[in-house]
């Protein structure tokens, strides 16, 4: 059983910046890929960024590119999310995930390679 928590989320204005946060606990944190993802009210769920097992690849989508960075601590069993500049369509629930099985240590941008789902954290960007 893999345990993931998110925080950091809230009520930010447009041009301001959150950073999100993603407790591991359960398994052997360090070696596994980690992603978020986000899903807004009446939208599908969106890839938003991804990090490999040691942190030095990373994958973010053409609309959060250049204003959100990803990044981890496996000392503190820790995925965070930079969120800067962020826009009102930034809104959404954000998730983390973990990955599992044969390709566990690569990034993907595929959410059904991800085997292990946090319960969310919520951003809310006002105008």
């Known amino acids: 059983q893999v345990q993931l928590v998110e925080s950091g989320g809230g009520l930010v204005q447009a041009g301001g910046s959150l950073r999100l946060s993603c407790a591991a606990s359960g398994r052997t944190f360090s070696t596994s890929a980690m992603g978020w993802f986000r899903h807004a009210p009446g939208k599908e769920r969106e890839f938003v960024s991804a990090i490999n097992w040691s942190g030095g690849d990373t994958y973010a989508a053409d609309s959060v590119k250049g204003r959100f960075t990803i990044f981890r601590d496996n000392a503190k069993n820790t995925v965070y999310l930079q969120m800067n500049s962020l826009k009102p369509e930034d809104t959404a629930v954000y998730y983390c995930?973990?990955?599992?099985?044969?390709?566990?240590?690569?990034?993907?941008?595929?959410?059904?390679?991800?085997?292990?789902w946090g319960q969310g954290t919520q951003v809310i960007v006002s105008s």
């Open positions: 995930a973990a990955r599992a099985g044969s390709s566990y240590y690569i990034a993907s941008r595929v959410p059904d390679e991800y085997d292990y």
